[in-house]
Every structure is written in C-alpha cells, then in structure tokens.
C-alpha cells in the first residue's frame, strides 16, 4: 500500500512538473538569427566599395564593426533572456532618467558624424542614447501602467501616460536632430497604451488631429513663398512631393533610391552585383540598405524580407497573448512596435511614401548600438515567453 502510494505521488509529481515545462521560442530565435545572417550579408555588398574608399582602404570595413556588435548582442541576449524579466522592473524609473541624462550630454560631450551630433563616446565605444531611450521608455511605461491600473480608463491617468514620453521626445528630436527616433519612442508609447486602454474612441481623435496636424503643415509648406527660409525639414517635405525639382539636393538620394528599386525588376540584378551603391547612393549601408536589397535580389527578395519581419512580429504576439502578467505583455507589445514602427517607416522613407528621415532597418542597416539594444530587446522577449508555463492537454 505504501510503496503503490509512493508511486503515485513520483508519477504525480513527474505530470505537475511535465505540465509546468517552461515554453522557449525556438522559431523566434530562428527568425532575428537569419535577419542577422542576412543583414551582414547584405551590408558587406552595399558597402564593399564605400569601405574601399577610406582612408585606410578596407571592402570588410563596415562588416567587421557591425559582426562585432552582433556578437555582442547575441552575448547580451542570451544573458538577458535568462533573467526573470520582473527583475527589470525596479530598474525602470531609472532607465528613464538615465535616457534624459544621457540625451543631454550630448550638449556639451556629444560626438558629430555625417553632420549629425548624436552619439557618445563611453571608454572609447561610440553610444547613441536616443536606441537607450527607447528600451528604457518600454521598461518605465510597463512598469508605469502597471501601477496605474485601471485608473489608465480616466482622462487623467490616459494623458498623464500619454505625456511620459513626450520630455523624451523632444529632447531627442531638438537636441540630437533626430526626429525619425523621437517619432519611434512616440508610436512605442502609443501602442502600449492602445493595448493596455480598451477606450479606442480616444486614439481614433488622436489620429484624426494628428493627421490633421499634419496634412496643413505639408499644406503650408507646398504653398509657401519663400521655399528657401523653409530649412532642412520643410526642404525634405518639397523635394518628397517633387524630388525630381530638388534631384541636386534633398531628392538626390532619394531618386537613386528609385533608380534602385526599379532597375531590380522581379528577381534583381544578382547579389554584390548593385550599381547605385558605387557611390551613388550615399551611405548606401545605412538608411538607404532596403533599395540595394530590392536591386541585387528584387522584388522577391524584398517580400521576402519582410515576410520574414511579418512573422516576427506574429511570433511577438503570440508571446505577449500568451505572457503570465501585464507587465510581461507590455514589454513584448513595446519591442513588437519599436521594430514594426522602425520597419515601416524605414520601407516609407524608401519608396518615398513618406519625407526622408534618417531610420534604419532592424538588424539589417549599419549600426553597432542599435543592433545591440535591438538584441537585448529581444533577449527580454524570450525571458518572457520562458515565463509561459506549457501545459498538456
């Protein structure tokens, strides 16, 4: 009788610990594997020859400084997806601030590159702050709208999130001349709180006036009479709706651009085999990686690509319905929209579907910081999707 007893509870107990195996996302992982794979790839042929052109001439320059922030990554992912994710939770007001500190050194510490004053250079490591801000502004509204609760429902407590990020925002965007970031940081904050608030009439009239907002700037600018006391933005907005006016400055880069993407056809010219990143298409590796990607593979190897971004975003989702917590949700839905948004836009900026802002494309463009935060978003990802418990049925 006891020894049947025993039984009983070593086999009950096997089952309860079978039905709590801990869930790993194996086809998640698979996915940001090949879009690195595919982005070194990619980045070595559209920048063989502007590494060529250095001072000190190097085709593998670029492809050396971007593996090395992959393995790095790939290092800080895997540590951060075997931290409980909870564990970051008491780090989040911190980051917050230390995103503003780190936005505001840029003032008087801040290094310029490509006419543009937007990094740090921490132990002899360039850091942008504004890839900081946006992990840190996940962290800090998860952990916020957490707290609030369903106070979120008033109009106080849906503003009052709403206004968080906007300090960051504008610190990035006016600081850092960066508005593509500071758009990314917004479109994060509102898509957290779009999931966490069931109120869509709100965010329907937020839309609607932003649109609005919008519509008359571009408006304004296509109407005015003196184009040239416009600067650099409402320059950008002219030579979006008629690049070919301004085919010697704003919408140089932009019709070499199309140039690319058309002459790709359906199935490309051939990899490394790309004629407009002979120094037609500046920073060729960067921005602008996308219409190399459409001219050397085509249109099938474009579809391709985001196919690939289309199914980690459904895997993303996928862990965030299924995430043990809010919190745990929150912090996929802010990594799901900080890559789909960054995607998006950079597709946009692209086809000339919207004005031209500097964004890269997620693990793909060149970019030793932003490929390194990316990771270790993704490495809380699969800490969360560890959190799910499997359960047979």
Not at 184 to 211: E, N, Q, S, W
Not at 265 to 285: C, D, N, T, V
Not at 290 to 296: D, G, K, L, N, W
Request: hydrophobic letters at 55%; glycine letters at 10%; a positive charge.
């Amino acid at each position: 009788m006891i020894v049947a007893q025993r039984r009983y509870q070593n086999n009950h107990r096997g089952r309860v610990k079978k039905q709590e195996e801990s869930f790993f996302d194996y086809t998640l992982l698979f996915i940001v594997l090949f879009l690195l794979a595919f982005g070194l790839v990619m980045l070595y042929s559209s920048s063989s020859y502007e590494g060529s052109t250095l001072k000190n001439p190097d085709p593998a320059y670029f492809l050396k400084k971007q593996a090395a922030s992959t393995v790095v990554g790939m290092a800080a992912m895997i540590v951060v997806a075997n931290i409980p994710y909870h564990f970051w939770e008491r780090f989040a007001t911190m980051g917050y601030i230390v995103s503003i500190v780190l936005i505001l050194l840029i003032i008087p510490f801040g290094v310029e590159a490509n006419g543009a004053k937007r990094w740090l250079n921490i132990a002899g490591i360039s850091v942008q702050p504004a890839e900081i801000a946006k992990v840190g502004m996940i962290l800090f509204l998860a952990s916020l709208i957490c707290k609030v609760g369903r106070k979120i429902r008033s109009g106080k407590g849906f503003f009052i999130v709403l206004g968080i990020p906007v300090p960051v925002c504008l610190l990035v965007w006016k600081i850092t001349e960066n508005m593509s970031s500071a758009i990314i940081i917004l479109g994060i904050a509102v898509l957290m709180l779009f999931v966490a608030c069931p109120d869509y009439k709100r965010f329907v009239l937020i839309g609607l006036l932003g649109t609005a907002v919008c519509a008359l700037a571009v408006f304004l600018i296509a109407n005015s009479a003196d184009s040239e006391g416009l600067g650099v933005r409402g320059t950008r907005i002219l030579a979006w709706l008629d690049p070919e006016a301004y085919a010697s400055g704003k919408g140089f880069q932009t019709l070499q651009s199309l140039y690319a993407i058309g002459s790709g056809g359906i199935l490309g010219k051939g990899l490394g085999r790309s004629m407009q990143k002979l120094g037609f298409i500046p920073e060729a590796q960067n921005d602008m990686i996308f219409s190399i990607i459409c001219e050397e593979l085509g249109l099938f190897g474009a579809i391709s690509i985001l196919l690939m971004f289309m199914l980690l975003i459904w895997r993303f989702m996928v862990i965030a319905n299924n995430a043990p917590d809010l919190f745990g949700a929150l912090l996929v839905v802010g990594v799901m929209g900080h890559i789909a948004i960054q995607v998006i836009l950079n597709v946009a900026v692209v086809t000339n579907t919207i004005p031209n802002t500097g964004i890269s494309l997620p693990f793909i463009s060149f970019g030793g910081t932003s490929v390194l935060f990316l990771l270790i978003e993704v490495g809380i990802v699969l800490s969360v999707g560890k959190g799910i418990r499997l359960k047979d049925l």
